[in-house]
């Protein structure tokens, strides 16, 4: 027996293990073993090394182990030791931030970007409490998470979890994103908090086009915003691959159904190799949702054969559309399939953009590998001949999809411009589906945080469509409770709906005109649609924090009446925030007021139940949010909820398509219009996602790009590797 | 004054720098400045402080530095001296290899990559030599090499170049890739010489579709072979990404021109942005290919904005087509613009394979980033109406291009089984391109082999096309000369050529029927290919080693007949090779038989000149490489021809698109066919590249889906995250 204790130089603290007798192998040990001896730190056990296991090693002295081996191995208890330790305990960041020396005139994205110098994203990771084993780093500014942290750290309490939403936005968007990370800069640079942004990767498509980047923006942002905004670590392209691997399995197999007969079919299904002839284990898995209880393929009768080989997909029933992560207007509608090879089987079809893709919103609602591959397995592609759903499981391909995605999974850690964490993961569309970032990233970032530390996300569009569903569709996907809602709210949005002319691209005079003039009515009368957004807010019993997003040509007065207004409208506090021209400390009124409101009491509530008819909960939603007299559905719409009821589909939550530019289903209704009737036009169905979403209008899935697109300024210097004229 | 030694803990040697005393800025100054004294080393100098700095500190004691300051800048000058010495020194690795344990009968491909354990993948880099600055690492497997690397190694020598090549193959291949990974497993971690293999990515479609996987194959891989054959650092989809860029670019333009008058074209290409209208750099360089010197937008005539404005775009040119790395049948051919925004301006197109992509081909065969740039704006996508081309740099598309291809540039480091490095670069279809991995893989690894050490990479196809095409497209591109011909054999595919049945997939029988007979007659008429390929690679002046690639079914009477006729027809040497079932051990002959001929007489030449007219280039080829007795084109060829000439594109490589089963374009015929007339039916340009390829029959640019592909075997096991099912 010999007692000793172990000091782990890397650590801040001396924890001893203990190794059991036998557990130590026979081959560790020889006479010689030294004893080692101290005694140091908080925490002291034995490494009680048998009497008898030292006689046993005498009899085979080659097999031995010096003090070296003892050593690694007491090492490596000590290394668990600390990492469970480190999980147990609630910590706040020794995190060094990024100074910010704030310019004005404010220079171009890039340009501050640029000037900044990011912290290595190792030592960033190391900051927030992730061992090195836990982080798969891409380049030096970028590293994926892996989701056995969860795991790690399933007994640590979460944080507060803060979701920012706007009111009905003008086109040109009220900077969400750049309230997001400006709070998140806020709460962690300047009042040392632990806070985490949980953004939305977003689509390379709309960089390239008309949009230019989206990374938050000025001195509040994510850098390096080139690799925000381009690649990233491929999550996207990872969606493409596996997107179009579906859809071009399910046409081949309707081509090879339409020209094989069963036995060939059968034949080619299930080959014989090397004499032998088996099943696959997803052909087993099919042969039992068809109630054929046969593992043997020698023993199907003619009749199991051509149920089990045959789809019998219905061409004019597909839902699953190829994409691209670029803006091609050319492809929003084609025809496919017209090379000879093909046989005249063509068929009308169409290209979405890649973050339309329903996997971008099975990637954004999952909560483990198990349980993305359930929902890839289980989105519905087509309906067969007998309408019946059509999955991506009956076409086989469930486990494919899987290794294309099994990277992109993993949320992607950046850093703000004052060096604190973000995570970027998901970016689903916010009308065809939920335009919420990821479930996964949300739950990591709250586990990293700790008990009293914030995490930040974001719902696209205005609260009426992107808040209501992350309180519906996200939050009961992830179980996960908010604590307070920040609504983003601007001058020039709210002249707008108090009657002041549109704003667009193509009205920049107009806007210029708008913002400098000091119209006190116009504010006045456009903040009803600040209120009615805090209503639908409280609906759900979170409290609202408003932000007044400043621009530089609003006056004090109108600052002033606008956080009056929303005070008196029930929200919790307002305040004007200047993080866009300040960093993080134009945020700091807000930080105060959000950490207050998470105290608050919270009374969170979902809108309706999953049980009511598909119809009852789009008219709940109609009324109550949107503040519609009655919804008006169309005999198709009515067809498909018949339909997706029929099938079992009508327990999920519905994701409304509907236009953000207005509460109505009419995007030059602007205010809070009332007595509208909300016509649905048609009624679709994410099953693997995990809702059905109506569409009130057509929804484009396919931007296009504008006679002189972005890339027109976009070029990268090849001697200095600089990207250029991304803004 | 005074002199300063400075040791740098890390490194093995201890160097001093100097400083010159007018590099040192005053703001560094202060007059207490210690002294440093001490002598270390085997180089010396002096840092010499002038006493007038001194004196001019003293005049601004704010403004001060001490001795840390001054050492941090010493520890720069010394870090800077260390890396300027390494590259000046040739060094012989001190790698660890990983141990094999070759087992019988071999494992699948998968399950003997995860049953290595891969060195972390910046291990790897620093012991071939790579700083840490150099690599951008992706996972722990691997990483990207910067391009900088070339710069400071610049003036080290070479290393020797081998090209793996193969005699006329059968649609099943004869290992080419695995010969390369075994014969530098040998070389390396047997023969304890530098090497390096540079592989092609593989195309993620066929790894879907109908082969699996192509890192090598049994104990000759590339580890971990799932990273190898997915995503791996992302390349293909930034090629997908920026040929689709190009092609939504082309059908947008002419859109917006078919729908726009001149001045509306103008006033959105060169808007009033805040005042002020400017034209873009893109545009300035445009406008000066025009003969327009104009710098002004108010200044240019009708007549001059409307020859900027319109390309005139003849829609019946266009070459560029939409790609996705799936193998998507139905998207052979199509109609696009189908959508009612798109006025009725359809027109029918293609997707091809991603790595069919003309972008693919200029990453392999550039040189630089801002070579890349230039090749990616000189690609033709269309003529004008007037016949002329019109280029990507046209469409104002260069830079934004030059953006997504920023990291593809780079090359992805990974090792092999045995832990010796590796590069996959690039991977062009090798009939329309010229099948070859990168040029900027080759050469950094020539210099970090160093001038003993070995890089060995890989033509596509037989040697009759891979390799003609190696060296007359990529040598001449590169201007490496390369020093050995390593032609890779197989007994089955001889006894094809002998007579024997055509090997296939669906033939897997009669392979096994013919492989099991010992028929020394078969094998013997076949080797008239292997003599052919052999006196292919001798037109070129370069040493040929055969390798016969051992399958368990050859006998040894057949192993020793080949490698007699192999040395009797004109090689070096041949030699069998079992590195599938063995390792590098098994390839330990054939590495002593490379580094012998690697110091034979080396005579490399290219086969035609540039200067000679297309058709006699092509006729060269027919003739003295393929045996063709003459070439006959046809109508449309030689039109093409007649207008690559007018445009000056003339003087260019040829790149054949032929099939790669048979010498002549007729794939049944085996063995050396003589006597047939070689029927161009097209000729096409790849001008960014820099290639013109002629079409020896159709060439099919999109693989399809067979009725039971792969992906009904691969899954992801969601506990382990372990990838099943590639082979």
């Known amino acids: 027996m010999f007692d000793c204790t172990f000091q782990l130089q890397q650590a801040d603290v001396v924890v001893t293990g203990s190794i059991k007798p036998e557990e130590i192998p026979v081959s560790w040990i020889k006479p010689q073993t030294t ?46 030791s600390v990492q469970w330790l480190q999980a147990q305990q609630y910590r706040n960041w020794n995190l060094r931030c990024l100074k ?25 990771a190391k900051e927030i409490g992730l061992h090195a084993d836990e982080i798969e780093i891409y380049g030096q500014t970028k590293a994926k998470v892996r989701l056995s942290l969860l795991e790690r750290l399933k007994d640590q309490p979460d944080g507060k979890y803060v979701l920012v939403a706007g009111i009905t936005p003008t086109p040109l968007g009220e900077g969400k994103s750049t309230v997001a990370v400006g709070l998140v800069q806020a709460l962690t640079a300047h009042l040392k908090v632990n806070s985490f942004a949980c953004l939305r990767q977003p689509s390379q498509g709309p960089t390239f086009g008309v949009k230019g980047g989206a990374a938050g923006g000025g001195y509040a942002q994510v850098i390096p915003m080139e690799e925000f905004n381009l690649h990233l670590t491929g999550d996207i392209h990872a969606i493409t691959a596996a997107n179009n691997l579906l859809a071009a399995a399910i046409d081949a197999r309707i081509l090879h159904e339409n020209t094989q007969s069963d036995k060939a079919l059968y034949n ?108 890839l397995g289980r989105m519905v592609v087509a309906n067969d001949k007998n309408g019946q759903p059509v999955t991506a499981e009956d076409l086989g391909v469930t486990g494919a999809l899987a290794v294309l995605m099994k990277d992109a999974i993993k949320p992607t850690l950046m850093q703000t411009l004052e060096g604190t964490p973000v995570f970027v993961h998901a970016g689903p569309f916010a009308n065809i589906a939920h335009g919420n970032s990821s479930v996964l990233a949300d739950k990591i970032a709250l586990k990293l945080v700790g008990k009293d530390g914030f995490v930040v996300t974001e719902a696209g ?38 009657g002041g002319p549109n704003v667009s691209f193509c009205a920049f005079l107009v806007k210029q005109m708008i913002n400098t003039c000091n119209n006190l009515q116009l504010v006045s009368d456009g903040c009803c649609n600040l209120q009615k957004q805090i209503q639908i807010a409280q609906l759900f ?154 569409l009130v209008g057509t929804m484009s899935t396919m931007p296009g790009l504008p006679t002189r697109p972005c890339f027109y300024d976009i070029d990268l210097d090849p001697d200095t590797e600089q990207v250029k004229g991304l803004f």
């Open 35 to 80: 004893v080692v001896n101290c005694s140091h730190g908080f925490l002291s056990g034995n490494l009680g090394f048998g009497e008898h296991r030292l006689k046993n090693s005498a009899q085979a002295p080659n097999e031995a182990v010096g003090p070296l081996a003892i050593a690694l191995r007491m090492q490596n208890i000590v290394k668990n």
């Open 100 to 124: 910010l020396q704030p310019q004005t005139p404010v220079p171009s994205d890039i340009e501050i970007s640029r000037g900044q110098s990011p912290k290595a994203i190792d030592v960033l």
């Open 268 to 375: 080619r299904l299930v080959p014989l190799v090397n004499g032998v002839r088996e099943f696959s284990a997803i052909q087993l898995a099919r042969l039992k949702r068809l109630g054929i209880n046969k593992s043997d393929p020698s023993s199907l009768t003619a009749e199991e054969i051509s149920k089990f080989v045959r789809l019998d997909i219905e061409p004019s029933t597909i839902t699953w559309q190829r994409v691209v992560d670029t803006n091609d207007r050319y492809l929003r509608k084609i025809t496919i399939g017209q090379a000879s090879t093909e046989k005249g089987f063509s068929r009308q079809a169409q290209f979405d953009i890649a973050v339309a893709s329903e996997i971008m919103a099975v990637l954004a609602l999952t909560s483990s590998l198990a349980d993305m591959k359930e929902r």
């Open 461 to 498: 569009f205005g609260a009426d469509i992107g808040m209501e569903k992350f309180f519906n569709i996200k939050c009961r996907a992830s179980g996960l409770v908010p604590s307070v809602v920040v609504l983003v709210a601007t001058v020039r949005a709210l002249k707008m709906h108090g």
């Open 541 to 694: 019993g979170i409290p609202v924090v408003v932000v007044l997003n400043v621009f530089k040509t609003d006056s004090p007065a109108e600052i002033d009446l606008v956080c009056t207004i929303a005070k008196q409208s029930g929200a919790f506090d307002a305040v004007p925030c200047s993080h866009w021209s300040a960093g993080g400390k134009g945020a700091v009124d807000l930080s105060h007021a959000v950490r207050k409101a998470a105290n608050q009491q919270n009374n969170f509530r979902y809108l309706y139940e999953l049980e009511l008819p598909i119809v009852d909960k789009i008219r709940t939603i109609a009324q109550k949010v949107y503040g519609a007299q009655d919804v008006e559905l169309s005999p198709g719409a009515l067809s498909q909820i018949g339909r997706y009821s029929h099938q079992g589909f009508d327990k999920l939550p519905i994701c409304m398509a509907k236009t953000h530019l207005s509460l109505s289903h009419q995007p030059e209704r602007k205010g809070v219009p009332t007595g509208f009737i909300l016509p649905i036009s048609d009624v679709r169905a994410s099953i693997g996602a995990g809702f059905i979403y109506p």
